[in-house]
C-alpha cells in the first residue's frame, strides 16, 4: 500500500495541449452566446479537451483527498513507512509544476468564448493542486522526526512566562 498514487503526467500534459489549443480556433470578440457563434470543429474539440481536464482535475482531487483522510488516520511512524523519501522529492517536484501551470494559466490570453470555461479549467487545477498539497504537508510532517533537546526548564517558570507575557499583551492592546 502507499499513500501516493503514481503521478501521471496526464494533467500537466491535457494544461498544456488546451493552452496550445487556444491558437487553433478563430477569436469571437464580445459576447458569445450559443446561438451566435457557430462552433467550428476545432472550437468543439477544445471545448471538449478543457471539460476532460477539469473532470481528470476533479477526479484526482477526489483521490486526493481520499489518501488524506487515511494518512490522517495514521501515525506518522506508518505514513514513513508507505513514503519513501524519492517519492516525497518526486511529489514536491511535481507540485512546482503544476502551481507553474497555474500561474501560466492565470496569464494565459484565452479567446473570449473560451474565457469563462477558462476559469472553471483554472479553479479545478487549483483545487486538485490544493488536495494534492494537502496529503504532501502531512506526509513532510510524518518525515520530519523532531530533535528534542534535553532541558531543565522549569514548567511552573514557563507557565508564570506565558501569564506574564499575555497580561503585557492585553495591557498593550487596552492602551
Known amino acids: 500500500m502507499s499513500l501516493m498514487k503514481d503521478l501521471s503526467p496526464a494533467i500537466v500534459a491535457a494544461t498544456v495541449g488546451v493552452m496550445a489549443s487556444y491558437s487553433t480556433v478563430v477569436p469571437v470578440s464580445g459576447q458569445v452566446t450559443s446561438s451566435a457563434h457557430h462552433q467550428s470543429k476545432e472550437d468543439v474539440e477544445l471545448v471538449s479537451s478543457i471539460h476532460s481536464l477539469i473532470n481528470r482535475c476533479q477526479l484526482e482531487e477526489r483521490e486526493f483527498l481520499a489518501a ?103 495591557g498593550l492592546a487596552k492602551a
Do not use: W
Not at 524519492?86 to 503544476?98: M, N, P, R, T
Open 68 to 170: 488524506v483522510k487515511v494518512a490522517a488516520e495514521l501515525t506518522s511512524a506508518e505514513i514513513r513507512r508507505l513514503t519513501p523519501a524519492d517519492q516525497l522529492v518526486a511529489f514536491s517536484e511535481y507540485l512546482h509544476k503544476i502551481r507553474s501551470l497555474e500561474v501560466i494559466m492565470k496569464g494565459y490570453q484565452v479567446p473570449d468564448q473560451f474565457a469563462d470555461l477558462h476559469l472553471q479549467a483554472r479553479k479545478a487545477l487549483a483545487a486538485y493542486r490544493s488536495s494534492a498539497s494537502m496529503l504532501h504537508m502531512i506526509m513532510l510532517q510524518a518525515s520530519s522526526i523532531p530533535v528534542i533537546v534535553p532541558s531543565n526548564t522549569s514548567a511552573e517558570g514557563l507557565r508564570m512566562l506565558a501569564e506574564h507575557t499575555t497580561a503585557a499583551v492585553v
